[in-house]
C-alpha cells in the first residue's frame, strides 16, 4: 500500500505571495489533517478534513486554509505569505478518522518564505 | 486549554536503558501517542495508550497513568539508530466532534551515543 504522498517536496517564495501544497492520503483513508512543524513551536495541528468538510480546526490565522476532494485528496493554502510562515508542512492520513487512530504522516514541504 | 511538557534533549550510551517523560493538562482526554521522529524524515508512529497501565511492544514500551497526566517511553537495549526526536501527543475528548487534532508536545531528542 502507497504511503502519504505530498508535494511539492520543497519549496521557496516570496513574502506576499500564496502557496497550495497537495497530499494524497493513504488509499481508503478518509481522514487528513495538516500540521506545521518549526523548531520553535514543534508540530501544530492547522485542521482535519473529513469526508469533504472540515472537521476540526486550530489556532492558525484565516490566511490558512485547505480543502478535500471526492478522492480524499487535500490541499492547503497559505495566502500573503509572512516570514514565519517558513516551515515544515505535515499532512497526515488517519483511516477513518476517530480520535483514537493513529495517524500515518507524509515526507512534508518545507516551505522557505524569503 | 492543552499543554503538553517533555524533556528537551537526553542522552544515553549505547546498550542503555532510557525513559523519556511525558506530562500533560488537557481539557479533555482520549488517548495517548508515541511517536519518533529521526531527522529530515516524517514523524512514524510507535505505541497508543488509552488506559492505565504499560503497553509492551519489542525493544519500546509506553506507560500511561490517567489521573497523574503522565505517560513515558521507555527504550531498551538502546541502538544508534534510536537518535532520533520523540514525540507525545494527546487527542483530546471532545463530544461534539470525535475529529483527529492531536496536540503534539515539543519533542524530546535523543542522542545515543557509542
Known amino acids: 500500500k502507497a504511503g502519504v504522498t505530498q508535494t511539492p517536496r520543497y519549496l521557496i517564495k516570496t513574502r506576499g505571495q500564496q502557496v497550495t501544497l497537495s497530499c494524497s492520503p493513504i488509499?481508503?483513508?478518509?481522514?487528513v489533517s495538516w500540521y506545521q512543524q518549526t523548531p520553535g513551536q514543534g508540530l501544530q495541528f492547522l485542521f482535519e478534513?473529513?469526508?469533504?468538510?472540515?472537521?476540526n480546526k486550530g489556532n492558525f490565522p484565516g490566511r490558512f486554509s485547505g480543502r478535500q476532494f471526492s478522492n480524499s485528496r487535500s490541499e492547503m493554502n497559505v495566502s500573503t505569505l509572512e516570514l514565519g510562515d517558513s516551515a515544515l508542512y505535515l499532512c497526515?492520513?488517519?483511516?477513518?478518522?476517530?480520535?483514537?487512530?493513529?495517524?500515518?504522516f507524509g515526507s512534508g514541504t518545507q516551505l522557505s518564505v524569503l | 486549554g492543552q499543554n503538553i511538557d517533555q524533556p528537551t534533549e537526553m542522552t544515553a550510551t549505547e546498550g542503555a536503558i532510557v525513559q523519556i517523560n511525558c506530562t500533560y493538562q488537557?481539557?479533555?482526554?482520549?488517548?495517548l501517542f508515541w511517536y519518533q521522529q529521526h531527522a529530515g524524515e516524517a514523524p512514524t508512529f510507535l505505541s497508543y495508550?488509552?488506559?492505565?497501565g504499560l503497553e509492551e511492544k519489542g525493544r519500546f514500551s509506553s506507560f500511561l497513568s490517567r489521573s497523574k497526566g503522565y505517560s513515558y517511553l521507555l527504550l531498551k537495549e538502546l541502538q544508534m539508530k534510536d537518535s532520533a526526536s520523540y514525540l507525545c501527543?494527546?487527542?483530546?475528548?471532545?463530544?461534539?466532534?470525535?475529529?483527529?487534532?492531536?496536540?503534539f508536545g515539543p519533542g524530546t531528542r535523543l542522542s545515543v551515543l557509542p
Open positions: 497526515a492520513s488517519g483511516g477513518q478518522g476517530s480520535a483514537n487512530e493513529k495517524l500515518f
Open positions: 488509499s481508503g483513508h478518509r481522514s
Open positions: 478534513y473529513f469526508s469533504e468538510t472540515q472537521r
Open positions: 488537557t481539557s479533555g482526554f482520549n488517548g
Open positions: 495508550n488509552v488506559l492505565d
Open positions: 501527543a494527546v487527542t483530546p475528548l471532545d463530544r461534539d466532534n470525535y475529529g483527529q487534532n492531536f496536540v
